[in-house]
């Protein structure tokens, strides 16, 4: 994009941030968007846990393209594109499974579990020329973190923990809750929604819009006895912080623990107890803080405590979102603890839950406002911009989104807005004992 | 054929149990929710599995509903509100049950299944829910109360229709 007007003004003067609202609409920025965006960026494709022996698989989509996330037979994890490499046909078409062999009906070819070629029908008529070793299934650049692997269409040098910035710290305070590991729990929530992908990702790490629009779901948790923080009159609660590369966290005091039995209530605390002596206090205090952390361009993760959700969306096209909602908890929880935290997470996420659909329905009626962008062109995003430590209200952390995605796309470029990521709870010589040490 | 095939102690037929899954099909088109929730016993279980994995344990999987009655009390209170804004305006909704079939019998209980598409209209947007529902209703002296209600979608992605913000 060359000499347009701006799509994104970041008057840090003034105090004033606006978001042209083409950039929900226009066919030409998805276009741009998958080419600088999705072509190149690290992306989620699933956590280990999904794979637990060698040869499981399972195939889902991820920027576009359709890819297998597979362990292979010596237990490397993989991310192959689903394409065979003679005519294109998906060599894989189960959604997950265990297999050594992944054989394209169309003409038969087959590879292995690392992506080899290693069966062509008749190739004895192929010429000399015809190398078996250049044509296994493409791999992009696969890395992971702490158990969430992501994959990266482009050839660049840049490394995932690079990237991630200072939001490893948060998915470290996920990571570390459970010394057996965590694990993604059966069950995928697949649907779709009438909007453009970034105003999920907005809506992902904004805390402005929870009383209002989840007044029902508070209203619940009041009749069930629990006072969340923000509903006594004073919302100005938690932190907004700008992590790096364009991603960020809405971080809070937890919401309570509804629905909880005693009994659940005496292991949830031995739990606490027992990261607290593994971690010290003042990194289990942090972790039982409530962390809603946006990673550009589309990753998200929301723990409330009681439920972690893993969340990715795709754009379809401008007005449609593919999303995937996953839960990740404890391996190690008790049957108890899991149905706990199951029962609330079914009560707030997803496409049945109490409060997503509530989510859904304001995005798809922004996207249906944007019918006038001629006469109304721009969207507020300013909240908290003076302020020197913006709250879970304010609108920092979608800030921090647009102004990476505006570099993405305009080659803007962008400092970062207020305090960063305070991480002193690593100084105490107890976090050695984490997977969150320096590194 | 099981023991429980032999002894239908209640009498009831599946023409009672068709008339039964209508009028409660009307009640939910009607948005009469709390009629609709009187329909359930104290000890209910509401609940769809992950439309993923149908045969899932919805307690232990990231089901899309596990209602026991305490949450599906707070479903209903929370949808006839203008502030459940998802089906504020509410949906229309127009229910086809069919292929009834009663699969057994324990004591007080009946197990039932029927074949569902649910239509939901909104916002000029029209979609369709298809499944399968598994019924235990427990016959009583105010007559048949539902025990346990369990919804299985067909679709294992949820595009176009999104929400399940209704009541399947």
Not at chain 1, 351 to 368: F, M, N, S
Request: glycine letters at 8%.
């Amino acid at each position: 994009m060359t000499s347009q007007a701006p799509l994104v003004v970041d008057d840090r003067e003034r105090g004033l941030f606006r978001v042209h609202r083409s950039v929900f609409v226009s066919e030409e920025i998805l276009r741009q968007e998958q080419e600088q965006i999705f072509s190149r960026s690290w992306l989620y494709v699933g956590h280990e846990s999904e794979l637990r022996k060698p040869g499981d698989f399972v195939t889902r989509r991820v920027g576009g393209r359709t890819v297998i996330f597979n362990r292979d037979r010596h237990g490397t994890i993989r991310v192959m594109l689903n394409t065979c490499r003679h005519r294109g046909a998906e060599v894989c078409r189960l959604k997950s499974g265990n297999s050594r062999v992944f054989t394209c009906f169309y003409h038969g070819w087959a590879y292995d579990s690392t992506g080899r070629l290693v069966s062509v029908p008749d190739g004895d008529s192929y010429s000399a020329s015809f190398d078996r070793t250049e044509l296994g299934l493409h791999q992009p650049r696969v890395e992971s973190y702490r158990g969430f692997v992501f994959a990266n269409f482009s050839a660049g040098p840049d490394s995932l923990v690079d990237w991630l910035a200072d939001a490893r710290y948060l998915i470290d305070l996920v990571a570390d809750q459970s010394e057996t590991g965590m694990e993604i729990v059966a069950g995928t929530h697949h649907y779709s929604m009438r909007a453009n992908w970034k105003l999920l990702m907005e809506n992902s790490v904004d805390g402005y819009h929870g009383l209002t629009v989840h007044q029902t779901y508070f209203e619940m948790l009041m009749n069930l006895g629990i006072t969340p923080p923000g509903t006594d009159g004073n919302r100005e609660t938690g932190r907004g912080i700008d992590l790096g590369h364009g991603h960020a966290v809405a971080t809070n005091p937890e919401l309570g623990s509804p629905l909880m039995s005693p009994e659940v209530l005496v292991e949830r605390d031995a739990h606490r107890a027992a990261l607290a002596a593994r971690l010290g206090p003042d990194h289990a205090s942090r972790m039982v803080m409530t962390r809603n952390l946006g990673i550009f361009p589309n990753f998200v993760i929301v723990d409330l405590n009681w439920g972690i959700q893993v969340r990715t969306m795709y754009p379809l096209a401008p007005g449609h979102t593919e999303i995937t909602g996953w839960q990740i908890m404890p391996s190690d929880d008790s049957d108890s603890m899991r149905r706990y935290r199951l029962e609330n997470a079914m009560s707030f996420w997803g496409p049945a839950g109490l409060a997503t659909p509530d989510d859904i329905e304001g995005l798809e009626q922004c996207q249906r406002g944007f019918a006038s962008v001629t006469e109304v062109e721009w969207s507020d995003i300013s909240r908290g911009m003076k302020k020197p430590a913006p709250s879970i209200v304010d609108e920092l952390q979608m800030r921090v989104f647009w102004r990476e995605w505006n570099k993405r796309i305009t080659g803007t470029g962008y400092e970062p807005e207020g305090q960063p990521y305070d991480a002193d709870y690593l100084r105490s010589d107890s976090s050695a004992q984490t997977g969150a040490s320096p590194r | 054929m099981t023991d429980m095939d032999l002894v239908n102690v209640t009498g009831v037929s599946r023409a009672d149990v068709e008339d039964f899954l209508y009028r409660e099909a009307a009640l939910l088109d009607e948005w009469r929710l709390e009629e609709w929730l009187d329909l359930f016993t104290h000890d209910c279980v509401y609940e769809v599995p992950p439309p993923d994995l149908p045969d899932a344990d919805t307690a232990r999987s990231f089901s899309l509903i596990h209602d026991e009655r305490t949450l599906l009390e707070q479903r209903v209170i929370r949808l006839k509100k203008p502030t459940a804004h998802a089906e504020f305006p509410h949906s229309r909704t127009r229910r086809q049950i069919t292929n009834v079939r009663i699969l057994g019998h324990a004591g007080d209980e009946v197990m039932c299944t029927a074949n569902f598409a649910v239509y939901r209209m909104r916002n000029g947007i029209d979609v369709v829910y298809v499944g399968r529902y598994e019924y235990v209703l427990k016959f009583s002296a105010d007559g048949l109360k539902i025990k346990h209600r369990k919804a299985i979608l067909d679709q294992s992605v949820l595009d176009p229709q999104g929400k399940v913000s209704i009541i399947l």
